[in-house]
Every structure is written in C-alpha cells, then in structure tokens.
C-alpha cells in the first residue's frame, strides 16, 4: 500500500478511547528513542509472527530500515495488510490500530511522531554539499533521503529554521555537535538525532566517502 492509501486508511478511524500509548503497553515492540517538545520519536521492531495490542499514534511519518509486510487491525475489526518498503517514508495520520507481522522479515522502522500545531518554517528546496529526494512531504513536514558528499561541513553555528530528525543509513563517519555539546561522530544504522530549529551546530563527513541518511525536516 502506498503512503496516500495508509493516510485516507488512517484518516478515517477515529481515536479509540481505550487506546494506550504503544510503549507503555507493548515496550517489547516499542522503544523510546527521543522525546522532546517537538517530537517523539519511536524504534519500532516486530518479528516475522508478532502482533501488539490495541494503542495509539499521534500524525507521524514512519521510517523502514528493512522491507516487511504488516497487517493492520482497526478499532471496527476491519484489517488492511501494508507492504513496508526500506529506505522509504509513509505519513500515518493519527489513529488507532492494532499491528501484526504477516510476513517473513522483522519489522524494523523509526517512527516520528508529531507534537503540537503545525508549524511555518520554509524549508529548503536544497543544500550545499547535500543531494536530496522528497519522500514524504505534507504540511507538517518533508521526509528526504539525503547523500552528504565526502566533503560536506556544515561550518560551527550553523542554523535552520526548522527541527530535523536525522536518521542514519548505514554505518558512517560524520561528525555532528548540536548546542556546543560533544560530538557525535560514529553512527550505526538506525541511528537518531534530532537538532532543533535556531540551534547552533556543527556537521562533517569525516569518512572520506558519501554517507546517506534520511532526514525528517519539519515546518
């Protein structure tokens, strides 16, 4: 299913008034990542065969790692299956469900979940250094899967407008120090950061090669 058919899917349940929130009722399956004013985000893994109760997603944009096949179970008993593709973005308005695995591969995604109103912030059509594809984009924010160049630098105090929720694509070497903290300068695939409008940071591929990550900017 693409990400328009999962969003009308989606858009047309309502919040179920005994639905949990999916940590606290399935910390098996959900992992807490990051939890700011702007966004929480979530590592979601389900094996080939699981299933998860019954809970509740604020708007969120899920992130695959790995390709899978889920089966959503709604709060009417109605159920759509879901083709998960990696490296990919879906929008998933809020809503209730209970998810199953139905296929033959985990389930291995980030998912970001969104806090408050919508916001304004332009968000660039490119960047220096950077080559970008539009995954997701609606007016909360634009999923892009990002190529930094082997000598990409984003220089000390660097800006921007809007949050980003960057998630990294396979090991790499690059260097990012957000609000003069240490820098974080070795990532693993499935890495999170998350670096938040006006805050000063610093950024460096220091692997000497292109790196990929999916990036989550949001107005």
Not at 75 to 82: C, S
């Amino acid at each position: 299913m693409n990400s328009l058919k999962l969003a009308v899917l989606l858009a047309a349940v309502p919040l179920a008034v005994a639905a949990q929130d999916p940590v606290k009722v399935d910390a098996g399956h959900y992992k807490l990542l990051l939890d700011n004013a702007s966004v929480r985000v979530l590592k979601v893994a389900v094996p080939a065969g699981d299933k998860s109760p019954m809970h509740s997603h604020p708007d969120a944009i899920l992130v695959p790692l790995a390709s899978a096949k889920a089966r959503f179970t709604l709060p009417d008993g109605k159920t759509q299956d879901m083709e998960v593709v990696k490296e990919t973005a879906a929008w998933t308005p809020a809503g209730t469900h209970s998810p199953a695995n139905v296929g033959t591969t985990a389930v291995d995604a980030i998912l970001v979940e969104f806090k408050g109103a919508p916001g304004t912030a332009t968000l660039p059509a490119a960047r220096p250094g950077i080559q970008t594809t539009t995954l997701v984009e609606n007016p909360r924010a634009v999923a892009m899967k990002t190529t930094a160049g082997a000598d990409f630098h984003e220089a000390p105090g660097s800006t921007h407008e809007y949050d980003q929720v960057v998630i990294a694509l396979g090991d790499a070497g690059m260097s990012l120090s957000v609000d003069g903290k240490a820098p974080v300068t070795k990532w693993q695939r499935g890495d999170v950061q998350f670096i938040g409008r006006g805050v000063k940071h610093e950024s460096k591929n220091t692997s000497g090669k292109p790196v990929e990550f999916i990036i989550v900017a949001i107005r």
